[in-house]
């Protein structure tokens, strides 16, 4: 079993930065697909940044595109979420997950929440005005 955990979440005011990071343990993930969802409570999970490993694509939801850059970290199976010029709708309960295969569907479907198999905990960012 493949377990992932957040870190890096909190609060901040708005035009601030916070950068959360994943780390995968456990069974080996062997997967190229991993990324970020985040949800409102009362709301559902909406996909923030997809990122392909097999050859480092990004995909962003509209409304983050251009404060929110997913990458590697640099240690082995751990991606990052640097955000930028936050704003309170960006307040959210923040999900990294994982796909289990290494078939590449992100590529195609990046958004699809029932693709991902492996989900983090969560860890929560609030923005304040």
């Known amino acids: 079993q493949v377990h992932l955990e957040e870190s890096g979440g909190g609060s901040v005011q708005a035009g601030g930065s916070l950068r959360l990071s994943c780390t995968a343990s456990?069974?080996?993930?062997?997967?190229?697909?991993v990324g970020w969802f985040r949800q409102v409570p009362g709301m559902g999970r909406e996909g923030v940044a997809i990122l392909y490993t097999g050859d480092s694509s990004t995909y962003y939801a509209d409304s983050v595109k251009g404060r929110f850059t997913i990458a590697h970290g640099s240690a082995e199976n751990t991606w990052n979420l640097q955000m930028n010029n936050l704003r309170p709708a960006d307040t959210a309960n923040y999900y990294c997950?994982?796909?289990?295969?290494?078939?590449?569907?992100?590529?195609?479907?990046?958004?699809?929440?029932?693709?991902?198999?492996?989900w983090g905990q969560g860890t929560q960012v609030a923005v304040s005005p």
């Open positions: 997950v994982a796909m289990k295969n290494n078939l590449g569907l992100c590529r195609y479907y990046p958004f699809t929440l029932n693709s991902y198999d492996y």
């Open positions: 456990g069974d080996r993930l062997s997967t190229n697909c």
